[in-house]
């Protein structure tokens, strides 16, 4: 069964900075690439950052380039978002995703709250 769970969201002020992590099992980690979704209440579900499977290549939205950064670590079968210069903009439920081919798996969420 594949599981996703993510961790290390909170309230935040706004500058501060926030480490998502998210956990990945029962599946081969480093075939999937790995994406970091957010979704603000009543708004839609938007992309934020992606890594790829094999050479780790890097993308993310215009709204937080510059200030987030995505990692993984294949041994743990983990992949992090480090979030900087946090704006209450950022506020939102992150969620983490895996993707190959024809499989698409989905974490829980977590809580980003990002107010003074």
């Known amino acids: 069964q594949v599981q996703l769970v993510e961790s290390g969201g909170g309230l935040v002020q706004p500058g501060g900075s926030l480490t998502l992590s998210c956990a990945a099992s029962?599946?081969?980690?480093?075939?999937?690439?790995m994406r970091w979704y957010r979704q603000a209440p009543g708004k839609e579900r938007e992309f934020v950052a992606s890594?790829?499977?094999?050479?780790?290549?890097?993308n993310y939205a215009d709204s937080v380039k510059g200030r987030f950064t995505i990692s993984r670590d294949n041994a743990k079968n983990t992949v992090y978002l480090q979030m900087n210069s946090l704006k209450p903009d950022d506020t939102g439920v992150y969620y983490c995703?895996?993707?190959?081919?024809?499989?698409?798996?989905w974490g829980q969420g977590t809580q980003v709250t990002v107010s003074s």
């Open positions: 890594i790829s499977s094999i050479s780790s290549i890097t």
């Open positions: 029962g599946l081969t980690f480093r075939s999937y690439a």
């Open positions: 995703n895996a993707i190959r081919s024809n499989f698409n798996y």
